[in-house]
């Protein structure tokens, strides 16, 4: 009953920006946590960023001062920022988050579909 929808993914030339978006709706109390992860073709799903619903923020070393993340928490929305693209960030990105059910009141893990980012070199 929670879904996770994922835009702004696309082609981009090296050097270059994209902005990811995706927004959670369906039953919703709160979403402690929200973030991003990858995977690129052959390789494991890893870790890009994170960020609480307080705004604590955690990066991958690699994409650290190149990628911000950001969220809108009236609107179950999260950001990632991706500057100075490179073809290492290559993959395709899922969103995720961590919701707590309004009734339960326990918290679950749900993923987008994902969305397609090829950087060329």
């Known amino acids: 009953q929670v879904q996770l929808v994922e835009s702004g993914g696309g082609l981009v030339q090296a050097g270059g920006s994209l902005r990811l978006s995706c927004a959670a709706s369906g039953r919703i ?7 991003w992860y990858r995977q690129a073709p052959g390789k494991q ?3 890009v960023a994170t960020i609480t619903i307080g705004g604590s923020t955690n990066y991958a070393d690699s994409v650290k001062g190149r990628f911000t993340i950001s969220r ?3 609107r179950n929305t999260v950001y990632l920022q991706m500057d100075s693209l490179n073809p290492e960030d290559t993959a395709v990105y899922y969103c995720n988050a961590v919701v707590t059910d309004p009734s339960l009141f326990s918290t679950r893990n749900y993923w987008g579909q994902g969305t397609q980012v090829t950087v060329s070199s």
């Open 45 to 47: 799903r890893e870790l």
């Open 29 to 35: 109390l709160r979403i402690p946590s929200m973030g």
């Open 72 to 74: 809108d928490n009236a």
